[in-house]
């Protein structure tokens, strides 16, 4: 018996990390072997690629990084003339129709017009995005921003000036469906959310930068014109930028252009760590294969959002996000931001520059998003935002129940609190109406999907703004803003509890993965992570997130 004693190895502390190096032994050594047959694959795409001849207007830098940011920066900046184009409109809103003798119905279809163009616009994203390509349906959008804001600065009557607005509105429509989707296709996944939403930011940016140039030309003679036609600069200047930003590289796999695909990743992303050649080989095979099951059974991929539960989950849950953004009145505030600002007691040229108010806390909301939403997560982001912009709207409906005339200051500082608020936590919120619907479609479906979203977007828009006016006047102020508005943003909270999943860190192709799983099993998940966030409050473990780590 002693002798088998002596043989037993006593189970110490010694055996597992023993066990742990071996098995991290094995690990290295199946990544290195991966590693070494993609570099093999990766090697047949480059001798293939130097054969072929090299594209006219090609830039490249030896670090792909920044190509990455420069691609995000030039095509981001469609975002800033959508919200330049938002913005001008309210300072013009000011002077426009006197000079153009316009009655209150063509004044709001001329407000109108624009959504009402983008819906427009969303509706070509499909056949442009599919058969002209995502950089090429960017370079579409500026030729109609181009000519929509020609015609509004010469507009001589009602006809030229809502035919302007709706081509303009069109411009809107397609490069707002088209640049998330060319973004969150051309970046890392780690940064997606991040990148995709300085689209947002650029908006935001383009309003304020709208709000100043209506400041600018306030006083001068025909200002309106200078106004609306200022936005010719910009979407000159994104016009030129896009003739040296390359295709993105999902596109060309989509359309089977492996070696220009192979090409452009590595311009932009570049194969020097693991895990881009794992993504890019992934995303070729996801791909491929999506194409093969297509050109074999679907003469019609699009019905796939009536038939196939992964595609419908996307499609519903897309469009929803997008309906909850809108239909909380921010667009129509925003058009209406000069007019509104007059309604409590500012002169003309005062109701100008505290427009820049309300479009500066939008700027300054987003910036938080870009930075941290990546950190904390599409859900967290959502239903951190929504209560924080509903406190805004009780703020702004109690401003409109203040006499002005008696209590001037208190209006002032109640509303202009309220849109602060508001618009300030809005900006964070809204960035998630471009990076959901950019992530959630399957390749083969998402300049589709990106339609459908795109266009109820501009639909919301248009249905809000054109009816702001007469649904003020049989709501009153605060019926609008606290009851109507403040209504959805408190049913959106609850859905988004519910029913919204979380996408952060995740490729386009484990995106893809989790909206094939069942919806029960997406809204188990759901509110398992939201009981586990209420007990983690209860216990104070949530302050981990936000505070330094403690000294030891």
């Known amino acids: ?310 595609a419908r989950r996307a499609i519903v849950y897309a469009n929803v996000m997008i309906f909850l953004g809108q239909f909380t009145g921010v667009n129509a505030i925003m058009y209406y931001m000069s007019t509104l600002m007059e309604a409590i007691g500012f002169d003309e040229k005062t109701s100008v520059f505290m427009s820049l108010v309300g479009g500066g806390s939008l700027l300054i909301g987003t910036i938080p998003a870009v930075m941290y939403m990546e950190r904390f997560g599409r859900r967290y982001w959502a239903n951190a935002m929504l209560p924080g912009f509903f406190i805004g709207l009780v703020l702004v409906g109690v401003g409109y129940t203040i006499d002005y005339n008696k209590h001037p200051a208190a209006a002032e500082g109640v509303y202009l609190t309220g849109i602060v608020l508001y618009m300030g936590f809005f900006g964070s919120y809204a960035c998630l109406t471009w990076v959901v619907p950019s992530e959630v479609f399957p390749t083969y479906l998402r300049h589709y999907g990106m339609t459908t979203a795109d266009a109820n977007l501009f639909l919301c828009s248009f249905i809000v703004t054109y009816n702001f006016t007469k649904m003020m006047d049989s709501m009153t102020r605060i019926g609008l803003t606290l009851g109507f508005y403040g209504g959805i943003a408190v049913i959106g909270w609850f859905y988004q509890i519910i029913f919204m999943p979380e996408t952060k860190n995740l490729t386009l192709e484990e995106i893809d993965e989790l909206f094939s799983k069942p919806t029960s099993v997406i809204v188990k998940q759901n509110l398992k992570q939201t009981s586990q966030v209420i007990h983690d409050l209860s216990r104070l473990r949530f302050r981990k997130v936000f505070s330094p780590e403690p000294y030891k």
């Open 1 to 310: 018996m002693s002798d088998v004693k002596d043989i037993e190895m006593p189970a110490d502390h010694k055996e597992a990390p023993i066990a742990f190096e071996m098995d991290h032994v094995d690990q290295k050594v199946d990544d290195e072997i991966n590693e070494a047959a993609m570099d093999a694959e990766l090697a047949q795409l480059e001798e293939r690629l130097q054969a072929l001849p090299k594209p006219k207007f090609e830039v490249t830098f030896s670090n792909p990084a920044i190509y990455t940011y420069m691609l995000v920066a030039f095509a981001s900046m469609g975002g800033l003339l959508s919200g330049l184009d938002q913005s001008l409109i309210s300072g013009a809103n000011l002077f426009l129709p006197g000079d153009l003798h316009l009655s209150s119905g063509q004044a709001s279809l001329v407000n109108g017009g624009m959504p009402l163009g983008a819906v427009a616009g969303a509706l070509i994203l499909s056949p442009s995005n599919e058969y002209l390509g995502r950089r090429m349906s960017i370079i579409l959008s500026c030729v109609l921003y181009t000519i929509g804001a020609a015609l509004e600065a010469g507009a001589m009557n009602f006809g030229m000036m809502f035919a302007g607005r709706m081509i303009l509105g069109a411009g809107v429509g397609l490069e707002g469906g088209t640049v998330p989707v060319y973004v969150a296709e051309s970046v890392p996944s780690k940064i997606r959310g991040n990148l995709v939403s300085l689209y947002q930011l650029n908006i935001a940016l383009g309003e304020v930068l709208g709000y100043a140039v209506a400041a600018i030309f306030i006083g001068v003679d025909g200002n309106w014109r200078y106004i609306l036609g200022s936005s010719l600069v910009f979407s000159t200047i994104l016009l030129v930028g896009m003739f040296f930003l390359p295709e993105s590289p999902r596109y060309l796999m989509h359309k089977g252009h492996e070696i220009e695909a192979y090409g452009v990743w590595k311009r932009i992303r570049g194969f020097g760590d693991f895990a881009a050649k794992d993504e890019f080989l992934g995303m070729r095979q996801a791909v491929q294969q999506e194409c093969e099951e297509q050109a074999q059974t679907k003469q019609y991929p699009w019905m796939d959002f009536f038939t196939d539960p992964r």
